[in-house]
């Protein structure tokens, strides 16, 4: 907590699961006074686990369950770049 209060500036805390330092929430960081925490293994965890699901379905000849296309477009950004690309077109 001194760290927080002593040193002038944001404070990040790097939140590491499985870690030696336990995992704290977000409220309870911001209450110590941290701006920002990051849990950078909680989404790659997340993703390897969806991927092997996958994985394992496509291998056994199912299909995972997917977005729609147009969620996918929405998620990644395409549908926001077809309507920019529109503005610069030239005929």
Do not use: W
Not at 49 to 62: S, T, W
Not at 66 to 90: M, P
């Amino acid at each position: 907590l001194r760290y927080c209060t002593e040193v002038p500036g944001h404070k990040m805390a790097n939140m590491l699961e499985n870690g030696i330092t336990p995992i704290l929430r977000p409220g309870e960081l911001g209450d110590m006074g941290y701006k920002l925490s990051a849990y950078p293994f909680a989404l790659l965890n997340a993703s390897i686990v969806a991927m092997n699901e996958a994985l394992q379905l496509l291998k056994a000849g199912e299909s995972p369950s997917n977005l729609s296309f147009k969620e996918l477009q929405d998620i990644v950004g395409f549908t926001r770049y077809f309507e920019e690309e529109i503005k610069y077109k030239v005929d």
